[in-house]
């Protein structure tokens, strides 16, 4: 059996908010957003769950049977989640409010930037120091990332590979795939045009050996990093290789997309923190958050393709 998509933890929370308010102006007020966002929020959470939980009356502000059904249950679910994350924040723990979190820019300013505001909303109360390092970082780089977890000047790390660090724990999050892009769908050969490749990455050393033929035929030029090669891009019929994650960018959504020659790379993107009898509440709700978006970014890239 399929399983159902979970609904926004958003979403949910402002339909607990506005399902005991007065009216929706009320409900934006105690949550401090607009009265348009609460009523978006309302009928993206009715769309997924695929029924009204409002009666649509502008001179009344009463539920439907399945929003007086739900919103009991979800008010007290919240509440105890608060009272929780009180109890966590009380115990003297440095770490349960602040985290430091060191991941590729590139990863950063393509996919995660836009969804913090969910996670923000969801936990107010933590806060969040980020500090970027290479995406497929070098042994002096790894050997950094270890000792910085080791000696907790970082809570989190992403990176891609295998950190060979016996104090520390790691969980893949993605195996990402590079497919060729391309600001204009132009008619002429992928052979014929300049393509921006980082030579050191694994993402261009894996297309070389996957499509030989046309790896040989390039005219490269060569960039540090997958930002510079996007930032070149535009306006030119040039090419580079993007993690496919990215793509779902308002910025990269319209570029031509050459997924005949995409390439999976052999390891994931990982998640990397020091091994702890317990872990502090803020990393543990950073992490699963982490995980539950880039599960429904993936299963969203799917359909689309």
Request: with cysteine; proline share 6%; glycine share 2%.
């Amino acid at each position: 059996m399929k399983q159902q998509k979970l609904p926004s933890l958003n979403a949910l929370r402002v339909f607990a908010v506005a399902a005991h308010a007065e009216s929706f102006k009320q409900a934006a007020q105690q949550l401090g957003v607009s009265q348009s966002n609460i009523t978006r929020q309302i009928q993206a959470l009715e769309e997924q769950l695929g029924t009204r939980l409002f009666q649509r009356d502008n001179r009344v502000h009463a539920l439907t049977t399945a929003g007086e059904t739900l919103a009991p249950d979800l008010l007290r679910l919240f509440r105890e989640l608060d009272r929780t994350v009180d109890r966590a924040r009380n115990i003297g723990d440095s770490e349960a409010t602040t985290l430091r979190i060191a991941l590729p820019e590139s990863f950063l300013r393509w996919w995660l930037s836009s969804r913090l505001a969910e996670f923000y909303a969801l936990y107010p109360h933590i806060q969040v120091q980020f500090n970027t390092v290479s995406l497929f970082p070098d042994a002096s780089e790894r050997a950094n990332i270890c000792s910085e977890l080791q000696h907790e000047q970082l809570d989190i790390a992403l990176h891609y590979g295998q950190l060979r660090d016996q104090a520390l724990k790691q969980m893949p999050l993605y195996t990402p795939t590079y497919v060729p892009v391309a600001p204009i769908d132009s008619e002429i050969p992928l052979a014929s045009r300049p393509w921006y490749v980082d030579p050191k990455a694994p993402y261009w050393q894996h297309f070389k050996k996957a499509q030989s033929h046309l790896a040989r035929q390039l005219q490269t030029r060569h960039v540090g990093n997958s930002n510079i090669a996007i930032d070149l891009l535009h306006g030119t019929d040039s090419i580079t290789l993007i993690d496919q994650l990215y793509l779902t960018h308002p910025q990269l959504q319209q570029f031509a997309k050459h997924t005949e020659y995409q390439v999976t790379l052999p390891e994931p993107i990982a998640l990397a923190v020091k091994q702890r009898q317990r872990q502090p509440v803020a990393l543990v709700a950073f992490t699963k958050w982490l995980q539950a978006r880039l599960l429904s970014s993936q299963a969203n890239t799917v359909r689309q393709d």
